[in-house]
């Protein structure tokens, strides 16, 4: 049969006629007003094929995922019992509380913005920095907060956005590494900051008690602990509750803030109402005062000299809390549209509120006063030299309370900026916790990934957070961490700017955000800016942050978590393969950049272990391993992937760095032919064909000797280099362990105590797998119940080839390969391969018998730079032309090796090739070839017949093919690997 012939043979599918007992009933049509037929049932009951739906795009392991039916099942028109999807959503999902963008992000944003800077420290930075400065620091900040905002609101709107927040958005373009290592930081720093804005509560409340002349206990840090203490037991309170009342409790607060804010505007526009409120530095809002705190006035405070960056390190953090709506992403009826929105418009009212109060302290509040009526009506309560002066800009922390109309109600806004803050941080972080465990990023964590209730609050991370913010609080004293918890954040943002370039970089096909107002070099700018800020702050709390994140980072790259999101990051890995293989299409090639490109042709990997151990000894690290598997029969598509998959298991449990190709419905020839043709791609495709030795030649049909043979011709014809490989105990192992085979359940409903449920339990199908070999199937298995084997769900994968087979859970294990067909566990040692065990001493001989191109010498040296060959000694032999010129060879033979740098123990040169071979091997010979001796025109196969002619045309060459035996037998019999 001609080649043509076989590919029009193979490409050809069978043509059927779909019968008509697939078409509807003629009780299903009805008769309309009109006299029209139509159906009486729904068109999704009058059809296999899946109408368009939202349902059918969610997770492919979800059960409405589900209705739309396979091409197998098209093609092959297979009577589903497809039932409309009747489910009322509206029933069935869960009643938790959605929030609308005001709600759940708006009023967050703004309120974590607006914290205890606000109402203590603006005026302070105002008198340090000067108007001028105070505006360009607030500018820089809302310009980074806008771009990091920016590229949030990006990654928010390509595609659902479910609960984490930025934990969310981070792994799911970057991968788990870094996903996993910001949220762990993210979430501790939230709890750090919800402790900060608390203790900056029970300060300001300590501060008001002091001027009532009351105390708890000493007045101090004891008295900041106790109130700080019940305020985090309030708030934790309020959050177990339900998220309900915690979002009506933000907006209590939001009002007591904005009263607060309107009496400051007020009290700022009536100006100062006594004496005494003047002698203090609260002249009224003039052009003069504007003018003199234009400039910046820098001085010592806070244990240090001010500039700056001091100060732009002191007013950034109260600005960072843009996260507050994303990191109840889960919570959010509309994240794509929430997000962006409520957090620039945030960002904006924040900002403009900011400048607004920097503003009027400068035009109203001198920097420092003493407070002495007497020296002010004789004008020199400015006069503070030499003397510290308690008021003004620089020393009052109170101004916004001395500039307001009604004082206390300061008080009353900066409890409620603290404490809102505080609430937010106490929600972010366990939310952030609890995504991050959900995915099992980190092991022995799940518990706090457990929801509870309709709202499925995660109680285990609000307990976890609640005890981290618990210790920090018993500090008391914060100010040594809070610039870490700043940096922290700060690392998050730079990571959210980096994700948002590198996926507008790398522009995967699921790139496409709906939020267009973002850019690809902006958001690297952003990401720079973040990382600037860090070490503004402080370089050191900015490298302590960094290694936190490389800490946990490298804890996740270490434990390879099985999860795929589809990341931007893998994207970027296709991206870089696909140019450097086009580059390597284009580039000559050179002897010296030789690799051994393997085709190893090894059948499902477990059956052949020592020959796929070969391959890898000589491609490790080196070269293109593909390992081939033909199977004669058709496998379904469904089938298919779960093979090669199950293929590739196994090759990562043996640590085998290869690629696994299955082809079938072809002959073993034919299937040789399309992986030789086709297997590779450019440059990177096999030159050397890998296969076992044909150990039953003699008794086998002789059809597959023939088609054995046409494999090696095929090699030959695409100038592949040939490997055979021939061990002392057979290459094939199906017969202990079991194999793939075709029997193929189409339903995992067909196999019998099968578990009921819904068809999220995520099979796609259910294999039946018993040995490959059909002599030794038929030989060892006549029941045929000894040899079906479960296939087992592990997560959302189906693993196969015998009972106990290798699961996520015992994939370290290697003994978990080697079961047999009944389950049982079999001894390492049967189908351990002689290629990895550790050689302490042992001999290759290499059999140099005629000029390959040194393929057959190199070969033996790769293997022997292999740790567990390496303490071996390489022999090497090669034939002699004339007797009288052995020496002369030798010393040729040894320069040649010298100028490969190959090092070896020992060069033999055969001086007597063509003497007679013994006549015990020749019996032996003529034993071997006895059935295939014969008359080609009287047998069924002609091919395979020897005739007596061509045995007299090849006697001398048989012959010294029979002295090589013999000399490999006098020199090679205890070696460890002979290449000839």
């Not at 944003?109 to 607006?114: A, D, G, M, R």
């Not at 151990?613 to 081939?628: R, V």
Request: aromatic share 10%; net charge neutral.
């Amino acid at each position: 049969m001609s080649q043509s012939s076989v590919a029009r043979k193979i490409a050809t599918p069978n043509i059927r006629r779909k019968s008509s007992v697939f078409l509807p009933d003629i009780s299903e049509f009805g008769i309309a007003e009109n006299g029209t037929y139509s159906y009486g049932q729904s068109l999704q009951q009058c059809t296999n094929e899946a109408l368009p739906k939202m349902e059918n795009y969610r997770n492919i392991m979800s059960f409405r995922a589900a209705q739309r039916p396979t091409l197998d099942e098209l093609r092959e028109g297979s009577n589903l019992d497809r039932k409309e999807n009747q489910i009322n959503e509206t029933a069935t999902a869960r009643t938790a509380v959605k929030f609308g963008w005001i709600e759940g992000c708006l009023v967050r944003c703004l309120l974590n913005i607006w914290g205890v800077m606000l109402f203590l420290r603006l005026s302070w930075m105002v008198g340090q920095a000067g108007i001028i400065h105070s505006m360009v620091i607030i500018v820089i900040s809302t310009i980074v907060t806008c771009i990091t905002t920016l590229s949030m609101s990006a990654m928010s709107t390509n595609g659902e956005m479910k609960g984490g927040g930025l934990y969310y958005m981070i792994s799911r373009s970057l991968g788990p590494e870094f996903g996993g290592a910001i949220g762990i930081v993210f979430s501790f720093a939230n709890s750090g900051m919800a402790a900060l804005n608390i203790v900056g509560f029970s300060e300001s409340l300590l501060s008001l008690l002091k001027s009532e002349g009351l105390q708890i206990i000493d007045g101090g840090k004891n008295d900041n602990r106790i109130i700080s203490v019940i305020a985090l037991l309030l708030l934790q309170s309020i959050i177990v509750i339900g998220m309900e009342w915690e979002a009506k409790a933000q907006v209590g607060l939001l009002v007591i803030l904005l009263v607060a804010m309107t009496d400051f505007v007020v009290g700022a526009i009536m100006g100062p109402q006594n004496i005494e409120a003047k002698a203090k530095g609260w002249e009224g809002l003039s052009t003069k005062v504007f003018v003199e705190n234009l400039t910046p006035g820098y001085k010592f405070s806070e244990g240090m000299d001010q500039d700056f960056f001091t100060i732009f390190s002191v007013f950034f953090p109260s600005v960072a809390g843009i996260q507050a709506g994303a990191s109840i992403s889960g919570d959010l009826k509309d994240p794509a549209m929430a997000i962006p929105t409520g957090t620039l418009l945030a960002i904006f009212i924040t900002s403009g509120s900011y400048a607004l109060f920097a503003l009027l302290a400068g035009a109203g509040e001198l920097r420092e006063a003493s407070g002495n009526v007497t020296e002010y009506e004789s004008g020199t309560f400015t006069n503070c030299s030499g003397r510290n002066c308690p008021w003004g800009l620089y020393n009052d922390y109170q101004v916004m309370q001395l500039m307001s109309a009604f004082g206390p109600i300061i008080y009353a806004g900066c409890f409620a900026a603290t404490l809102s803050s505080a609430l937010s941080c106490l929600v972010s972080g366990p939310k952030t916790f609890e995504a991050l465990c959900k995915d099992e990023v980190y092991p022995y964590l799940t518990r706090f990934g457990i929801g509870y209730g309709k709202a499925e609050d995660p109680y285990w991370s609000y307990g976890l957070g609640f005890i981290i913010a618990l210790i920090f609080i018993l500090i008391a004293d914060l100010n040594a961490i809070a610039v870490l918890i700043s940096c922290m954040f700060m690392a998050a943002y730079a990571l959210l700017n980096y994700c948002t370039f590198h996926a507008s970089l790398v522009k995967p096909i699921g790139w496409r955000p709906t939020f267009k107002y973002y850019n690809t070099w902006v958001s690297l700018a952003g990401a720079i800016f973040c990382i600037i800020v860090m070490f503004l702050m402080s370089w050191i709390c900015a490298l302590v942050a960094l290694f936190c994140v490389f800490i946990c980072y490298s804890i996740v790259v270490y434990r390879k978590p099985d999860l795929n999101w589809g990341t931007s990051t893998q994207a970027q890995t296709y991206q870089d393969a696909l140019t450097a293989l086009q580059r390597l299409a284009v580039q000559n090639e050179h002897v010296k950049n030789y690799r051994p490109q393997i085709l190893c042709l090894s059948g499902f990997p477990s059956s052949r272990p020592a020959l796929i151990d070969l391959a890898y000894l000589i491609t490790k690290k080196n070269s293109l391993l593909i390992c081939g598997n033909i199977q004669e029969d058709r496998v379904r598509s469904r089938v298919r992937k779960v093979v090669v998959q199950n293929g590739y298991d196994w090759l990562h449990v043996r640590k085998v760095k290869a690629f696994y190709v299955m082809v079938d419905g072809c002959k073993f020839d034919e299937g040789c032919q399309a992986l030789i043709q086709s297997a590779g791609i450019g440059k990177l495709a096999p030159n050397i064909l890998l296969l076992g030795y044909k150990t039953n030649w003699e008794v086998c049909e002789r059809e597959e000797v023939k088609e054995y043979f046409n494999c090696l011709h095929q090699a030959l014809d695409n100038y592949l280099a040939i490997v055979i490989l021939r061990t002392k105990d057979p290459l094939d192992c199906s017969y202990i362990l079991g194999g793939l085979e075709e029997n193929i359940c189409t339903s995992p409903r067909d196999i019998p105590n099968f578990p009921k449920g819904s068809s999220s339990d995520g099979f796609e199908n259910i294999l039946e797998v018993e040995p490959t070999d059909p002599e030794v199937s038929s030989a060892r298995h006549s029941n045929p119940e000894e040899i079906i084997v479960t296939a087992t769900k592990k997560g959302n994968k189906i693993v196969f080839g015998g009972k106990g087979s290798v699961t996520k859970e015992n994939h370290e294990d290697v003994h978990g390969v080697y079961r047999g067909p009944d389950g049982s566990e079999k001894p390492r040692d049967i189908v351990l391969s002689p290629f990895q065990t550790k050689k302490e001493t042992g001999v290759i001989d290499v059999w140099w018998l005629y000029d390959d191109g040194g393929l057959t010498l190199l070969l033996p040296y790769i293997i022997q730079t292999r740790k567990n060959w390496s303490q071996c000694r390489l022999r090497v032999f090669v034939l002699g032309n004339k007797k009288t010129e052995i020496e002369m060879e030798h010393r040729g033979m040894a320069s040649l090796l010298s100028k490969f740098r190959i090092d070896y123990s020992d060069l033999t040169v055969i001086p007597d090739i063509r003497r007679k071979a013994e006549e015990s091997t020749m019996s032996l010979f003529e034993t071997l070839i006895k059935d295939f001796r014969g008359d080609p025109d009287k047998c069924d196969d002609p091919e395979t017949m020897i005739t007596d002619s061509e045995l007299m045309c090849l006697k001398e060459k048989t012959n010294r093919h029979l002295r090589i035996r013999e000399l490999l037998l006098e020199n090679s019999r205890k070696s460890n690997l002979i290449a000839m």
